[in-house]
């Protein structure tokens, strides 16, 4: 398999939705122009045909899709299985788009969907495709659903493909080795969880919450909590650390912040370090950063379809509640402890090794730096901003588990490994536990059902949820008054 194949489709799977979301949303002269203008950067991006190949065969593919659907299918993807709570909005999210015209519109609630819904934007329109054809809604949403498992899959593989890229294997047994250790990598919460628990955790079988209101998901847990930004995210920051197409990076972010925006953070803090690197290194800097930093491609995303990307955005009634000093919510040991279990037990064993690679430096500032920004009351941020951090971290790990000669720091580290590890266990095991418990495999998460309320209850904790998918002030707001497709129910309001 050729190089050059899996970066085309993985900038085909990151793009589209975007490309999908700009004729779909906006008013149709304007999402023409920018569809037009996003096409011809993506033309200019896209891989050429390479050389190099990657050894791979077609049984090790069929291999890894069936690990991949394993692994979508446990974290309740395609509304098979044992759901985590956030998918009783993930869900809602999901048939609202379905069954309502785009851009949606919330009757009940006066105000349209304001969200990160790019991951479902391709199974959507599979699901209208069914409405078309006669399907009820209902029957379109589960046939919907079954796409969304097969493209989640689809995208998982794709990692999978990354992660060799990453890590050169060159062997069967170093492939799979290799993702099972992925799947599995993990800081130890464990440890936390059983001797440190500064609260109760508000999900039983979940172990990452155990620091309270800072936390570093495993990827498996970000994998079963937050598929949609996981998925894209992985294969965004392993376009930045693989391909290392500095020319495309300004392309790239308002990809990267359409499906999650706060991970974005982190991703285009890697794309300014190793931008920055290159440009150093570079003997003619000036031609440099006319060919690559100013490229075609970083000049459409940043100064035409970023803007977009962003005013659709800060329409959203939450936003950031703003800056929270972080000693407010934790203590200096804590913040220690903290780091020590999650990435600086397996950072002081890599460091020698990894020390001058920018990569594994700049993952060191960001997993200090994210915790004391804390911009929203669940602090989401620190969840998601470390996902692109964590997964880098993870090939470092792979490599030295792999490639190092054996040793007792060797051993050290795999064991750190092993226990870091049981916090994917856990989360695999809530899903066995419930099913097994209720004699039932599809307990899924669904009573919000949909986001047309004028007041949405979130399950358990009962607060109101309204606020994190609307615009109350689209009234006003510049990109619904002047740049967003009037529906019925916009031109109506």
């Known amino acids: 398999m050729k190089t050059s194949t899996l970066y085309r489709f993985t900038y085909i799977y990151l793009a589209l939705p975007l490309f999908i979301f700009l004729i779909s949303w906006l008013d149709f002269g304007i999402g023409l122009i920018l569809d037009i203008l996003f096409g011809y950067g993506f033309y200019k991006i896209y891989p050429k045909d390479s050389d190099e190949t990657l050894n791979l065969n077609i049984n090790t593919l069929l291999l890894f899709v069936i690990i991949a659907f394993i692994w979508c299918f446990c974290g309740g993807i395609g509304y098979f299985y044992h759901q985590p709570f956030d998918y009783h909005f993930r869900n809602a999210v999901f048939r609202d788009l379905i069954n309502f015209e785009w851009p949606v519109f919330y009757d009940n609630a006066n105000t349209p969907m304001v969200y990160y819904m790019a991951f479902w934007l391709i199974p959507a329109l599979v699901g209208k495709l069914l409405v078309l054809c006669g399907a009820s809604l209902e029957g ?13 899959i689809f995208g998982t593989v794709l990692i999978f493909i990354h992660v060799i890229k990453a890590i050169n294997a060159d062997c069967k047994k170093k492939i799979f080795t290799a993702i099972f250790l992925f799947i599995f990598f993990s800081g130890l919460d464990i440890i936390g969880h059983k001797f440190f628990l500064i609260v109760e955790p508000p999900f039983e079988y979940h172990l990452d919450w155990w620091a309270a209101h800072i936390q570093y998901s495993s990827l498996t847990t970000s994998m079963f909590w937050v598929f949609n930004q996981f998925i894209p995210v992985c294969l965004l920051i392993f376009l930045i650390y693989n391909e ?19 991970p974005t953070a982190s991703i285009g803090f890697f794309m300014v370090v190793f931008a920055i690197k290159e440009i150093i290194k570079s003997d003619n800097k000036k031609y440099y950063i006319m060919e690559n930093i100013l490229s075609i491609p970083n000049l459409i995303g940043v100064f035409w379809i970023l803007p977009v990307v962003i005013m659709y955005f800060i329409t959203n009634t939450e936003g950031m ?23 600086l037990l397996y950072v002081i064993i890599l460091y020698p090794k990894y020390k001058t690679d920018v990569f594994f430096k700049t993952v060191i500032v ?12 669940q602090n989401n941020f620190c969840m998601r901003a470390a996902i692109p951090a964590l997964v880098i971290l993870s090939i470092y790990a792979i490599r030295f588990v792999l490639y190092s000669p054996n040793s007792i720091t060797k051993y050290v580290f795999i064991g750190l490994f092993i226990i870091g590890s049981i916090t994917p266990i856990v989360e695999f095991y809530r899903g066995f536990y419930y099913t097994s418990k209720a004699q039932k495999i599809n307990l899924v998460a669904d009573e919000i059902y949909t986001l047309n309320k004028k007041l949405v ?4 904790f009962y607060w109101d949820a309204n606020h994190q998918y609307t615009a109350k002030n689209y009234k006003t707001d510049f990109f619904w008054q002047y740049m967003a497709k009037k529906t019925k129910g916009l031109n109506k309001n």
Not at 244 to 262: M, Q, T
């Open 140 to 152: 379109a949403f589960l046939g919907a659903n079954a796409f969304l498992l097969m493209y989640a």
């Open 244 to 262: 290392k197409k500095v020319k495309s990076f300004g392309f790239l972010i308002p990809i990267s912040l359409f499906f999650a925006p706060y």
């Open 321 to 343: 509640y703003g800056y929270y000093y972080i000693f407010s919510y934790t203590t200096p040991f804590r913040l220690l402890l903290f780091y020590t279990l999650e990435f």
């Open 366 to 377: 960001l997993l200090i730096a994210i915790p004391f920004l804390r911009l929203d009351q």
């Open 457 to 460: 209850i979130m399950p358990v």
